[in-house]
């Protein structure tokens, strides 16, 4: 018997698995770069003048078949007007004619079973297209940034659409669904799964000024109702519990929502950059506030955070410029305020922060600059790094015995705070803690500190004196 272990003969066989194996060598011919792997073809780039063009069926010394238009084929050509692409041709590769700005129509044929993610990303001369009843899947953002795009036809044979697929095409006025589609379907232009239990897409260009969601509707997808400049009012019914990510971001003629009870939570940027947004009722069934979920809205003027949530995103209420007044309605279960949470806020003159809030983040009311008094709770043990920097209306503060260590620059700037008392809790001051706070007069450092940051008094003119206690075994520089 032999021994196929003896080392020349595992040589052999790897050798022979290798010359057997089909190899997709890289090649040129005309206008196009291309792989071949000795049966078919994968189109790679495209260096031609533009135009209208017509994709060849195949190419090659062995005429092999076009099957494929590979990942950035035709990336950035900018002069190609219109392409027609083979019938031999079965996907096209993610990014394939990105960013083809000039592109006003393209012939998918009928053999063609998938779009690659981001597929016509930005192609914003395109005003049509038409998917054949072949493609089964459309992959993330395929369309994305199709600015020209008017309407689209989704066929029967559609089984998945990737994140993303319409976002940002603006024009967008109608998407139609075939009938038979066991997946997708449609109302009046609105696209729906086909339960209709989820919203899928609003087209961002539809002219009502208003909408009454279906009560079927369970769940509004990430980007729904995205870039409809035109919506003024929407009426969620009580079947929906959740808001996707974006889900009505940069709706910027919206002027009011009621979320309904139902609601659980509200998506990353849920509303963000709805600039005309001037009230909001958050339900007492919402449990958190996802990042940026008011980012931007400039015309909300107030707003009462129910006793059910029990922790507000990152940049939730991020230059609310309007927003003058903050409740938290008893008894307050929030125990977190993100990082630049209300940052920005210039017309929110005083807050309370609850009992329940054990921290505060990163410049969470930073550049609140009408911002003249706030409530610290003895339950916070942190303070962030730019945590009040720029409120320069704070005239005071009372820091709590429970707090440990005051961050980087935490009231850097704060240039109308004229006396500050700092807890014996207390064992460091960060780099630029009081910063070019030029109104302070006195300040207290007790003993339990053990080291100065950096730049920490640096800048504040008035004060005269300050004694440094024996606890203090660093100063770092500049500190005053």
Sequence with gaps: MKNNNHPHVRWLICLCLLCAAPRAWALTSGDYSYTDDGWDVTITGYNGAGGAVTIPSVLGPSSHPVISIGYIAFHNCTALTSVTIPSSVTSIGAYAFSGCTSLTSVTIPSSVTSLGTYAF???TGLTSVTIPSSVTSLGASAFFGCSGLTSVTIPSSVTSI?????YRCTSLTSVTVDAANANYSSIDGVLFNKAQTVLV???PSKSAASYMIPSSVTSIGNFAFADCSALTGVTIPSSVTSLGASAFYNCTSLTSVTIPGSVTSIGNSA??????LTSVTIPSSVTSLGASAFFNCTGLTSVT?????TSIGANAFYICSSLASVTFAAPSSVTSLGAYAFYGCSSLTSVTIPSSVTSLGASTFAACSAL???TIPGSVTSIGDNAFQSCTSLTSVTIPSSVTSLGASTFAACSALTSVTIP?????????AFYQCTGLTSVTIPSSVTSLGAYAFYGCSSLTSVTIPSSVTSLGASTF
């Design 271 to 276: 509303f963000a950059n709805c600039t005309s």
């Design 424 to 432: 014996s809790s207390v064992t460091s001051l960060e780099a630029s």
């Design 162 to 166: 990737g994140a993303d697929v319409f």
């Design 372 to 374: 003249t008094s706030v």
């Design 121 to 123: 990303y930005s192609c």
């Design 201 to 203: 897409l609003y087209p």
């Design 305 to 309: 955070i129910p006793s059910s949530v």
